[in-house]
């Protein structure tokens, strides 16, 4: 799904979610859109220290605040 953000920009949020599943430690990852802003449901396997806020700094360095999530759901307890 192919949502446009404004005039230039095209965001996939397919984009995201294959970075997401790069990272160490997520097991999985489901990027959407709701209301017009980005989401991501994230996994995490057990001891993975991510959080929420971590996971958007990713996302804004590596493809772009465009395609970082606005909300992040995430399983899993850091460092438990």
Known sequence: MLANMDATRIVDPKLTEEFLLTQD????????????QLRAHVTLAPAVRLD??????????????EHTPSEFVVVGKPGS
Do not use: E, T
């Not at 430690?25 to 859109?33: H, I, K, M, N, Q």
């Not at 929420?52 to 605040?65: Q, T």
């Open 25 to 36: 430690g997520v097991l999985d990852a489901s990027v959407w859109f709701d209301h017009g």
């Open 52 to 65: 929420a806020h971590r996971l958007g700094d990713l996302c804004a360095a590596s493809v772009g605040p």
